[in-house]
């Protein structure tokens, strides 16, 4: 799915990193904005971003014409967020941190139900080369 590994440094430029996560769909479709930003949510739920990483995903986020601001919202762990929709996907931010809190799908087809509904709740960072103990984020 990523070209991104753990150890590698994201990209600061919101159209590379657009391309080096979505390379299998083409800019021009309609399925575009919405494989990029399940990406770029998968991104913030499988890696540790820095603030200049989310400060990047959050532009590449930007960079999408169908982008929509739908006001602030309470998700079902009770966090407010900015609330932004692309497509029948809408994404919802923490405004004060830049970090990614829920991503929620609809599903066109039958209106009636959940697409998906995935919060993160909790961020850690594990041992690894330069760090010798679990730390929250």
Do not use: C, N
């Not at 209106?111 to 984020?137: F, H, V």
């Amino acid at each position: 799915m990523f070209k991104y590994p753990p150890s590698q440094p994201l990209p600061t430029d919101p159209k590379a990193l657009a391309a080096g996560l979505v390379d299998r769909v083409p800019l021009d479709t309609d399925v575009y904005p919405r494989v990029l930003t399940d990406d770029l949510f998968h991104l913030a739920m499988s890696r540790h971003l820095t603030t200049p990483e989310r400060a990047t995903t959050l532009r590449t986020l930007a960079t999408l014409p169908t982008l929509t601001y739908r006001g602030e919202t309470t998700d079902i762990a009770g966090r407010t967020g900015l609330t932004f929709a692309v497509t029948t996907t809408r994404l919802t931010i923490d405004p004060d941190t830049g970090e990614l809190l829920l991503l929620h799908e609809y599903d066109t087809r039958k209106p009636a139900e959940l697409g998906k509904y995935l919060l993160i709740l909790e961020r850690a960072r594990t041992a690894g080369p330069d760090i010798t103990e679990t730390q929250p984020l």
